[in-house]
């Protein structure tokens, strides 16, 4: 988890402060882009003389971008952005979609923001827990999915239950796993009263003011302008450069297209590439979870440098309230039989910076992911009749992570350092509910 977590306030959880002490940084480099993330890089963590050199959130250094460009300039080996209609794009919502998302005061408790599971450095995902974790340490059902790219989307979430980014960014601020606001109405009537709110939505949104609406498409803006192409991939593919790659991405490539099988659910076209086909599929990850099958009894859990202990799985999911029940993906939203185990298609964009893997974090690195496909996924009698054994040679899988790994785009760097320059939205005594000194207008 990201150190998005730690601040000069105590939290009352406890799992909070553990989840501290696992964060990490990605540091990238890059022309003119100089910034630091909150957490650690890690190196080194397995060892009991490991060193600490994470920040406070204060400490966090970014550089503000001019993110509309990427909507508006298409990029090599992406389509062109569809926008919707009713919400056209312009910088006043992005701007206005980027402070929301990373204010912690959009939780119920004042301590959770979007951007606390969507970690900048992390790929906007979360690369250090399979399953998020939401306010006071509440466990959630599924791996958190990258926002980078999520513009593409035609379906939201893992089984595909919502259908815009306007209507999906609610969903996390009511969730009771997650931010836990309790309303719509709640939720707008706080924002009313934090200072500043006003002006940033009358200027986003002239006459409209603080609404569901305006809410949803604001934050929705900023996450549709989180465009990531012009790979060394597509350099290479839709650019001509032969030397934008090395020979064993070319070579990794081959596979994909042909021996692996891959691209036939992770979509190449002739000019742009997604890497998903926008559809759903069993691969039996959720079927052997549902079935226990390959489960270990014991997981073994860093709690800190060098220190190891192994947990009962009995025990985890005994406090997990998210994994009491089987999770059988689209089902739960169709209660259709023939979507058991359905989840969406990922894109595999900048898939080198998104582990954990599949909708429930199972696999830790590319090398789990690939050797899980070349033996054909977990066998039932719904899985997906693409999915076979491949019988890939060590090259060829070794190759096939080369061009994986090649699909990082050109601007992560700027997304990430304009993401860290943003404020947290930490609570001051000019908010609304602060030490419960106000009640919102309740008696008056």
């Known amino acids: 988890m990201s150190e998005t977590f730690f601040s000069k306030k105590i939290y009352n959880s406890f799992l909070f402060l553990l989840v501290i002490i696992f964060t990490s940084k990605i540091a990238f480099g890059g022309d ?21 050199n994470s920040l406070s959130i204060e400490d966090r250094k970014g550089k503000k971008a001019d993110l509309i460009k990427y909507v508006t300039i298409k990029q090599l080996g992406l389509p062109k952005l569809i926008i919707p209609e009713d919400n056209p794009i312009t910088r006043q919502k992005i701007e206005l979609g980027k402070k929301l998302f990373f204010d912690r005061r959009l939780s119920l408790n004042n301590t959770m923001s979007c951007g606390m599971c969507h970690v900048p450095e992390q790929g906007f995902t979360n690369n250090e827990i399979k399953t998020a974790v939401g306010i006071e340490g509440r466990s959630n059902l599924r791996n958190t999915p990258t926002l980078l790219n999520v513009a593409y989307n035609k379906f939201l979430f893992h089984d595909a239950r919502e259908f815009s980014l306007e209507n999906q960014v609610w969903q996390p601020v009511l969730a009771h796993s997650e931010m836990a606001m309790p309303s719509f109405g709640f939720t ?25 609406e305006t809410f949803g498409k604001a934050i929705a803006s ?14 290479w593919y839709y650019g001509g450069d032969e ?5 064993e991405v070319k070579k990794g490539f081959e596979v994909f297209v042909g021996k692996g099988g891959c691209s036939s659910c992770h979509i190449v076209n002739n000019d742009h590439a997604l890497f998903f086909d926008n559809k759903l599929h069993n691969t039996g990850i959720g079927y052997a979870e549902s079935m226990g099958i390959h489960e270990s009894q014991k997981t073994t859990v860093q709690l800190a440098p060098g220190e190891y202990v192994e947990v009962d799985n009995n025990i985890i999911k005994s406090v997990n309230q998210q994994k009491k029940n089987n999770d059988l993906g689209l089902y739960t939203i169709t209660e259709n039989p023939s979507h058991r185990w359905l989840f969406k298609t990922p894109s595999l964009r900048n898939i080198s910076l998104t582990a954990p893997y599949m909708h429930n974090g199972i696999f830790s690195n590319l090398d789990e992911v690939i050797d899980f496909y070349n033996e054909g996924g977990f066998n039932n009698e719904l899985l997906s009749p693409m999915l076979k054994k491949l019988e890939l040679s060590k090259d060829e899988k070794n190759n096939l992570k080369y061009f994986l790994e090649s699909l990082v785009g050109e601007n992560i760097e700027i997304l990430i350092a304009d993401a860290l320059a943003v404020p947290v939205g930490d609570l001051t005594k000019k908010d609304p509910n602060w030490a419960n000194e106000k009640d919102m207008g309740y008696n008056k």
């Open 32 to 52: 003119n882009v100089n910034y630091s993330g909150p957490g650690d890089n890690k190196e080194g963590y397995e060892s009991k003389s490991y060193t600490t």
């Open 188 to 212: 707008i009537k706080k924002l009313e009263l934090i200072p500043g709110y006003k002006k940033f939505f009358n200027d986003a949104f002239p006459g409209e003011g603080i609404t569901m």
């Open 222 to 235: 900023y996450e549709r302008s989180l465009v990531s192409g012009n790979s060394s991939f597509d350099k």
């Open 243 to 247: 030397n934008a790659v090395s020979d």
